[in-house]
T-cell receptor, first 116, second 114 residues
Framework: EPEVTQTPSHQVTQMGQEVILRCVPISNHLYFYWYRQILGQKVEFLVSFYNNEISEKSEIFDDQFSVERPDGSNFTLKIRSTKLEDSAMYFC??????????????FGPGTRLTVT | AQSVSQHNHHVILSEAASLELGCNYSYGGTVNLFWYVQYPGQHLQLLLKYFSGDPLVKGIKGFEAEFIKSKFSFNLRKPSVQWSDTAEYFCAVNGVEYGNKLVFGAGTILRVKS
């Protein structure tokens, strides 16, 4: 069964450094998402991406964040200058490959980002 | 703004007990409703979903949920839990009018004692 993959599984970085989190969505999906879950808190929406542009973003997704689909298969989340409060599990999701079921989002295993 | 409330943060049950996890949403439009499960160390997996039609939906592993529109609820049920159901359960909502993003509840951690 096709699945969403994410790399790395765990990333440790120092405050102020740039990080890029990578995702490979399911190949025939059209919508891509990033969510995050700070330890002990709920899963929060960050951004959605469709047709090579951001379709929606939350207030969390400020100028420090950016997304890109550089090569038609990868979907990346970049944090330009990480802060301690960016430490969280980041989940990628994709949806929209089946016109009968466009709203189900398939999640990747997550990347645990630790900012020190 | 849309929001999702899950009534219990921690639930402890013995094996074979019945389970009901509450979920209420605040949403002004046509909704799609989901329950996701996160087993320890694993990623979010879809248990079941409601888009339209029969408000009683059946999912994997013997779980079911009932959409009650008048109560804005989508409670998850299982008649007899197993130790392997120990996990965190998330209710989530989205809707076309709101751009398809999922809005999650805070999650309920279920521990099943063997």
């Amino acid at each position: 069964e096709p699945e969403v993959t994410q790399t790395p599984s765990h990333q440790v970085t120092q405050m102020g450094q740039e990080v890029i989190l990578r995702c490979v969505p399911i190949s025939n999906h059209l919508y891509f998402y990033w969510y995050r879950q700070i330890l002990g808190q709920k899963v929060e929406f960050l951004v959605s991406f469709y047709n090579n542009e951001i379709s929606e973003k939350s207030e969390i997704f400020d100028d420090q964040f950016s997304v890109e689909r550089p090569d038609g298969s990868n979907f990346t989340l970049k944090i330009r200058s990480t802060k301690l409060e960016d430490s969280a599990m980041y989940f990628c999701a994709s949806s929209g490959g089946d016109v009968r079921d466009p709203y189900e989002q398939y999640f990747g295993p997550g990347t645990r980002l630790t900012v020190t | 703004a849309q929001s999702v409330s899950q009534h219990n943060h921690h639930v402890i049950l013995s094996e074979a007990a019945s389970l009901e996890l509450g979920c209420n949403y605040s949403y002004g439009g046509t909704v799609n409703l989901f329950w996701y499960v996160q087993y320890p160390g694993q990623h979010l997996q879809l248990l079941l979903k409601y888009f339209s039609g029969d408000p009683l939906v059946k999912g994997i592993k013997g779980f079911e949920a009932e959409f009650i529109k008048s109560k804005f609820s989508f409670n998850l049920r299982k008649p007899s839990v197993q130790w392997s159901d120990t996990a965190e359960y998330f209710c989530a909502v989205n809707g076309v009018e709101y751009g398809n993003k999922l809005v999650f509840g805070a999650g309920t951690i279920l521990r099943v004692k063997s």
